[in-house]
């Protein structure tokens, strides 16, 4: 059974950084893709950044044209852990952050119907 836990949010003023993790369980990292999503009230779920590991070392990463330059996704396959390293963060972060997983390619990673394992969220605050 798949299982994926995050923790890391938390409330930020505007500028500042949040390292979110994601711990997988059940679920091996290689060559499958797993992502961040975000959504903020009212709003629909938003793909953030995605990665795909093709074997050993090998990763492909994806942003959203929103985060990037400010956000680094980065897997531990060793820890099966992944992460969302969010710098320079603004008002308009805010929301609940989600961990995703699916099996294969990152094909249309920005789509969430894609993914079939989800974490339970963590809430990212950003104060102006």
């Known amino acids: 059974q798949v299982q994926l836990v995050e923790s890391g949010g938390g409330s930020v003023q505007a500028g500042g950084s949040l390292r979110l993790s994601c711990a997988a369980s059940?679920?091996?990292?290689?060559?499958?893709?797993m992502g961040w999503f975000r959504q903020a009230p009212g709003k629909e779920r938003e793909g953030v950044a995605a990665i795909y590991n093709g074997g050993g070392s090998t990763y492909s990463t994806y942003y959203a044209d929103s985060v990037k330059g400010r956000f680094t996704i980065s897997a531990d396959n060793t820890k099966n852990t992944l992460f969302l390293q969010m710098n320079s963060l603004k008002p308009e972060d805010t929301g609940m952050y989600y961990c995703?997983?699916?099996?294969?390619?990152?094909?249309?990673?920005?789509?969430?119907?894609?993914?079939?394992?989800w974490g339970q969220g963590t809430q990212v605050t950003v104060s102006s």
């Open positions: 995703a997983a699916h099996f294969f390619f990152c094909a249309r990673w920005t789509d969430s119907k894609e993914y079939s394992y």
């Open positions: 059940g679920y091996t990292f290689s060559r499958n893709c």
